[in-house]
C-alpha cells in the first residue's frame, strides 16, 4: 500500500451533497484556509475500532480525498491508564483494510505533551487557569445544577505566582495522584456545565506507552484535543454530536491561546439496533469472557466483522446507505447484513456443505464408480468458470431435507418422492433404515442415469432440488454459526435487572460439530469467503482454520430481512 497517498482503495461515494460537504465547499470557496483541505482521525489508542469509529474514519478519510485534501492520523493517547500499543497496531490494521492510509502523516497527541504544558502555562501566567485541590467529588459537588450555578473552588484566586509553583511541582512529581488538579478558570455560572472551570491537567502516575515515566501529568481529552488539531493546522475537526457542547471549550482554548482556528462541524453517530458501541460495554463483554476477545465475530468491531467475513466494500456500501445526518438515529442491523449479502452475493464461490449429515445410498450406483460433476462457481460472475465436484454410491444430505412422515406442502425426500441433486441426477427414496431408538440413520434411493447434470430427458417435473456431498470425499469440519449478540434491539436502554448484559442472545453462537464439506475446501485460506449453497455466507477462519482441522464462520445466512422491509416500504 503506499505511504504517501491519503486514499488508496476506497471507493469514491456518490450520494446526494450532505451538509459537511457543503461546509467545506462554502470554505473552499470564500478562500478560508486558503482553499486547503485537511481533517484528522483521532481514536484515542484504548479499545478496537468498532462500525461506529467506520463511519467517523470514512469521513474523515473520505472528505480530504474528495478535496484533494490530506488526512491525518492521530492517535490522542492521554490517559495512560488504559492505553495500549495493542490498540494503537490493531487501529493502523483496521485503517488500512478499510482502504485507506495516512501517508506520512501518523501522528501522537503524545508528541505534543511538551507543547501542551507550555500552553497550560500561558495560561496560568494570563489568570485563565488555576491549580485546584478539590478532590473529585467535591469538584462534582460544585459544579452545581441546570438551574442553579456552581461554586467557586475556594483555591480559584490563588496567585499567578503560587499556581506556577504548584504546577511546575506536580509536573516534577511532587504530589500524589488526585491530590491536585489544574483547572481552566471560566465561568461557573455558565450553562453550558463543560464551560465551569474543567479540569485541564492531572497527576497520573501511570508509564505511558510512548513517554514512558516522563510525564507524571497528563492533559485531559479535551485540553489536548483542540490544540492537537491547531498544531496540526487541520482545517476542518469533523467529529460525532456528543461534541457539539464541547466545541465552546475548544474555541476558547483556541482563542485564550491565539492559535490555529479549525473548524469544528459534527455529525450523528452510528446507533445499530441489538448492538452496543460504547467501549465500557464492549470492554467489560471481552473481560467477563462473555465473548472471545475483541476479534469475536459477534463484536461490532472491524476485527471481529473481518474475521466473521464482512468486507470492507459491504461496509463502505452500508455507510453510503446511511448517509450523513445532524441528528441521532438508529439504523437497523438488518440493513447491515444486507450489504454484506448483497456485496458476497457477487464474489462469494459456492460450494457445497452439509451441516446436519444423514446418509443416503443410491442402491442401482455402481459400488466403486466415482463421477466428476461440472458444478458453477457462481452465477453472478460468468468469470468465476466451474469446478468438478467427486459423486458416488454413498452421499450426504441436510437432516431437515428428508421426512419420513412429510407434512403438508413438504416436496423434499420422502418415501415415494423424487428430487433433484444439485449438478447431479434425479433420486428417489425407497425404504429407510433405523436405529434402536427408531431414528432414521440412513436413506435409500435409486437414481436416473439419464438425468445426469440434473436434467430429465423427458421433461419431468420435480418440486425440489437438494445439495449433498460425496460420504467418500468429504471433509470434516467445525461450523460456528453466529447470530446476533443480544435479543432487545436497543440492549443497551432496555436493560432487564438493570445490565444490558440480560439480554443476550443464548444462540449468538452455535457450534456444528461434524459437518461434511465439500474436497474443494481443502485449502481454504484464511478469511476465504464462501456462500454454502441453500445454507448462508461463510468464511475459513482466520485464528483457526487449517488444513485438517477446517473451521468456517457464518458471516451472514442467505435470508434478507431488508431487502422485503424495503419492497413492503
Request: glycine letters at 6%; hydrophobic letters at 35%; charged letters at 30%.
Amino acid at each position: 500500500m503506499s505511504t504517501t497517498d491519503t486514499n488508496t482503495t476506497a471507493p469514491t461515494q456518490n450520494r446526494a451533497p450532505d451538509f459537511i460537504r457543503q461546509a467545506i465547499e462554502e470554505d473552499i470557496a470564500s478562500g478560508r484556509y486558503g482553499g486547503r483541505v485537511a481533517t484528522r482521525f483521532p481514536p484515542e489508542p484504548n479499545g478496537y475500532l468498532h462500525i461506529g469509529h467506520a463511519k467517523a474514519l470514512c469521513i474523515d478519510f473520505g472528505m480530504a480525498a474528495r478535496y484533494g485534501g490530506t488526512c491525518n492520523l492521530r492517535f490522542d493517547d492521554t490517559n495512560p491508564e488504559k492505553e495500549d500499543v495493542e490498540y494503537v497496531d490493531a487501529i493502523m490494521e483496521d485503517i488500512h483494510w478499510l482502504g485507506y492510509d495516512w501517508g506520512d502523516r501518523l501522528y501522537y497527541a503524545s508528541d505534543y505533551f511538551g507543547r501542551l504544558y507550555d500552553f497550560a502555562e500561558q495560561l496560568i501566567k494570563a489568570g485563565k487557569a488555576y491549580v485546584c485541590d478539590l478532590t473529585a467529588d467535591e469538584v462534582r459537588g460544585h459544579r452545581g445544577t441546570l438551574t442553579e450555578a456552581g461554586i467557586n473552588s475556594r483555591f480559584r484566586e490563588r496567585s499567578i505566582e503560587e499556581n506556577l509553583d504548584l504546577f511546575r511541582r506536580m509536573r516534577a512529581g511532587e504530589f500524589e495522584e488526585g491530590s491536585r488538579t489544574l483547572r481552566a478558570k471560566i465561568d461557573m455560572a455558565s450553562p453550558n456545565f463543560i464551560m465551569r472551570d474543567p479540569v485541564m491537567y492531572r497527576i497520573v502516575k501511570t508509564p505511558h506507552h510512548r513517554t514512558g515515566t516522563t510525564w507524571c501529568i497528563y492533559p485531559m481529552y479535551d485540553f489536548a484535543h483542540g490544540q492537537s488539531d491547531a498544531i496540526e493546522r487541520i482545517t476542518h475537526s469533523l467529529c460525532s454530536l456528543e461534541y457539539e457542547i464541547h466545541r465552546p471549550l475548544y474555541e476558547w482554548f483556541i482563542r485564550e491561546l491565539g492559535l490555529y482556528p479549525t473548524r469544528q462541524i459534527e455529525f450523528a453517530r452510528l446507533n445499530l439496533t441489538h448492538t452496543v458501541l460504547s467501549k465500557r460495554y464492549l470492554r467489560r463483554l471481552v473481560d467477563e469472557g462473555i465473548v472471545s476477545g475483541w476479534d469475536d465475530p459477534r463484536m461490532p468491531t472491524l476485527c471481529g466483522m473481518r474475521r466473521r467475513g464482512y468486507t470492507p466494500e459491504a461496509i463502505h456500501a452500508f455507510l453510503d446507505r446511511i448517509g450523513v445526518a445532524k441528528t441521532d438515529s438508529v439504523v437497523d442491523f438488518s440493513l447491515l447484513e444486507h450489504c454484506v449479502r448483497d456485496d458476497l452475493n457477487k464474489r462469494a464461490a459456492r460450494v457445497m456443505a452439509v451441516l446436519n449429515p444423514l446418509k443416503v445410498v443410491i442402491d442401482n450406483y455402481p459400488d466403486e464408480a466415482v463421477e466428476q460433476l461440472e458444478a458453477v462457481n457462481n452465477p453472478e460472475d460468468a468469470s468465476a468458470g466451474t469446478r468438478m465436484v467427486p459423486f458416488s454410491k454413498v452421499l450426504y444430505i441436510e437432516q431437515d431435507d428428508f421426512r419420513e412422515v412429510p407434512p403438508p406442502k413438504y416436496y423434499r425426500l420422502h418415501p415415494g418422492n423424487e428430487v433433484r441433486l444439485r449438478y447431479a441426477y434425479y433420486i428417489k427414496c425407497t425404504h429407510v433404515v433405523k436405529d434402536a431408538d427408531g431414528a432414521v440413520v440412513e436413506v435409500h434411493c435409486t437414481y436416473d442415469p439419464a438425468t445426469r447434470g440434473g436434467q430429465s430427458p423427458d421433461n419431468r417435473k420435480v418440486k425440489s432440488t437438494i445439495h449433498w456431498v460425496s460420504a467418500r470425499h468429504a471433509l470434516d469440519a467445525e461450523v460456528r454459526l453466529y447470530d446476533k449478540l443480544f435479543t432487545a434491539e436497543n440492549p443497551s436502554f432496555e436493560r432487564e435487572g438493570g445490565d444490558f448484559t440480560a439480554s443476550l442472545n443464548p444462540r449468538s453462537l452455535v457450534t456444528v460439530n461434524g459437518a461434511k464439506v465439500e474436497p474443494s475446501l481443502a485449502g481454504a485460506k484464511a478469511e476465504q469467503r464462501y456462500q454454502f449453497e441453500r445454507v448462508g455466507y461463510f468464511c475459513a477462519d482466520s485464528m483457526e482454520s487449517k488444513p485438517g482441522a477446517l473451521v468456517f464462520n457464518r458471516t451472514v445466512s442467505l435470508k434478507d430481512t431488508w431487502a422485503k422491509i424495503a419492497q413492503k416500504g
